[in-house]
């Protein structure tokens, strides 16, 4: 199974930007199919983006888009989300997500995750 690890959370404050970073910590198929996605405390977590192993196909979170991003580096096995213009409301751990079996926006597709890492938006 593939494990995933994030990084570039942090505290940031509102319109400011960030960029999230996942990559396997073992070898692992460039042709994953990689996802974001987060969870605020007390809430499910939600789908916010997914790109497919070439790199074209794209899809997001109406709440996300136009101020979010996904893109990938198949060479360096790498997925990023640069996420600009955050908001208060994008505040939650985000996870990364791999190895597709369904729907994209369906957390319940995804069969290895990675540990999450905090991103927190200030007013």
Known sequence: QVQLVESGGGLVQ??????????PS?????RNTMGWFRQAPG????????????????????SVKGRFAISRDNAKNT???QMNSLKPEDTAVYYCAADLNGTYYSSSSYRAWGQGTQVTVST
């Open 14 to 23: 509102a319109g400011g930007s960030l960029r999230l970073s996942c990559a």
């Open 79 to 81: 997925v990023y989300l």
């Open 26 to 30: 073992g070898r692992t198929s460039s």
């Open 43 to 62: 809430k499910d977590r939600d789908f916010v983006a997914v790109i497919y192993w070439s790199g074209v196909s794209k899809y997001y979170a109406d």
